[in-house]
């Protein structure tokens, strides 16, 4: 089968999907609403495994009674940042990511005196699905997971979280055991609605089912559609030394968006050109200004 083939084939679905909630919208709204939440927590296929560096050690946790796996790394010399023992750093992926993906910051915070911690959320990577079933998750699960984590391996000096990360990570800081000195937030997701604006756009539904899908999302959630904000769990979060980290081209979280964020919890802002949502988890010179200010050396620079 050829590109054009297969470009007509997506097409079709496209607009037969888009045909059956524009129907739904005047006959059913409150089962196209369920419709549209489902295919919004359907996680995407696992992204393929990533090198890491040598020595770290596997591991398995519970999170909601279902396995969620990771790998430590500890540093050759202990007592760099606390006297007598490492200090711990958390390295949280986003949706449709892995933990793997951070693996451009474990040899320089290792180097730095820190134990790393990353892991696979529930649906992503090497982990189990979580409670929401086979191939549905949400940014409350991933919290979940990282809160299971952090029981296993305690306190943390800092969370580098990236994308849904940000979030997971404050609802794991607001609702579980999660405590840390310091928050680094790469290319973070910001706020739900207007995703959820696009999202209703491409498949074309109206009010009726809209008000269903964000019932829909509360229930499945437990979380008000509104809250499900960055910078509303950061307030219930509370004052945390944050560092903002954004590329001006990423087409997944809007800069501008990210701009507004870092401004209302009045965090340092440092702004990449060309590297989009992925890539800038392994520029160097990121990966310096994360390691410096978990270190809590001040990033001087607003532009890497």
């Not at 890491?52 to 396995?67: M, S």
């Not at 606390?82 to 910051?105: D, N």
């Not at 990570?169 to 995703?195: H, N």
Request: proline residues 6%.
């Amino acid at each position: 089968m050829d590109w054009a083939q297969k470009s007509t084939i997506v097409r079709l679905r496209n607009a037969a999907t888009r045909a059956v909630f524009r129907y739904g919208e005047h006959v059913a709204p409150g089962r196209t609403g369920r419709l549209a939440r489902d295919l919004w927590f359907t996680a995407p296929p696992r992204m393929p495994a990533l090198p890491v560096p040598d020595g770290g050690a596997p591991f398995e946790v519970d999170a909601q009674g279902h396995v969620v796996r990771g790998a430590v790394w500890e540093p050759a010399v202990t007592g760099a940042p606390e006297e007598g023992s490492p200090g711990t750093v958390y390295l949280v992926h986003g949706w449709g990511g892995r933990g793997a993906q951070f693996g451009a910051m474990v040899e320089p915070l290792l180097a730095a005196g820190f134990r790393v911690v990353l892991f696979d959320a529930p649906s992503h990577g090497d982990s189990e699905h979580g409670v929401a079933g086979r191939r549905r998750t949400s940014g409350l699960e991933f919290a979940h997971a990282l809160d299971a984590v952090f029981c296993r391996f305690g306190p943390a000096e800092a969370v580098v979280a990236h994308s849904l990360g940000t979030i997971a990570t404050y609802l794991a800081l607001r609702f579980g055991w999660l405590g840390t000195d310091r928050l680094v937030l790469v290319a973070p997701m910001v706020e739900s609605q207007s995703l959820f604006d696009a999202f209703q756009a491409s498949l074309g539904f109206g009010p009726r089912t809209r008000r269903a899908f964000d019932r829909a999302v509360d229930d499945f959630v437990g979380i008000a559609v509104s809250e499900f904000d960055a910078r509303v769990q950061a307030e219930y979060a509370g004052p945390v030394p944050t560092l903002v980290i954004a590329d001006r081209d990423d087409r997944q979280t809007p800069y501008a968006d990210v701009e507004d964020f870092a401004r209302s919890i009045r965090a340092p802002l440092l702004t990449t050109d060309g590297l989009g949502h992925r890539k800038i988890l392994r520029d160097a010179a990121v990966v310096k200004a994360v390691v410096d200010f978990v270190r809590e050396e001040q990033v001087l620079d607003a532009t890497a």
